[in-house]
């Protein structure tokens, strides 16, 4: 959907906040875990680039999700991912710069045969 600014120059009157520059040399990274609701939109955290994607999934990942029941039955090498839309497999020991991610960088992950607290998607 479009959005229209009632206002001439909007764009030129507006601080933009979220600019890499304010982030202190991090990327700002939406993470989203499909079929499982229960986390409704992407979560979003600061992140190096030179971040290797191992720590994401050993970390980041463990630290935000792991609460759920479905997270000990993940078989991480079955993970389907995308980054910004395109399908990825990713090399644990490079790092999120290597695979693409940048500021405002979407990753998602489907973990097959889960889907979410006994199969509601949540």
């Not at 600019?19 to 990327?27: A, D, K, L, Q, T």
Request: some cysteine.
């Amino acid at each position: 959907m479009a959005v229209v600014a009632l206002e001439k120059d909007y764009a030129d009157k507006v601080e933009v906040r979220d600019r890499v520059e304010n982030f202190h040399g991090n990327h700002v990274v939406y993470l989203h875990w499909e079929e499982h609701l229960g986390f409704c939109a992407a979560l979003a955290f600061p992140l190096p680039p030179a971040m290797p994607f191992g720590a994401l999934i050993q970390e980041i990942i463990p630290t935000y999700y792991g609460m759920h029941p479905d997270f000990a039955s993940i078989d991480w090498s079955a993970v389907r991912w995308t980054i910004d839309g395109k399908e990825v497999t990713p090399d644990p020991a490079k790092s999120l710069a290597e695979h693409g991610v940048g500021h405002k960088s979407l990753v998602r992950f489907w973990t097959p045969g889960l889907h979410g607290f006994k199969g509601s998607h949540s």
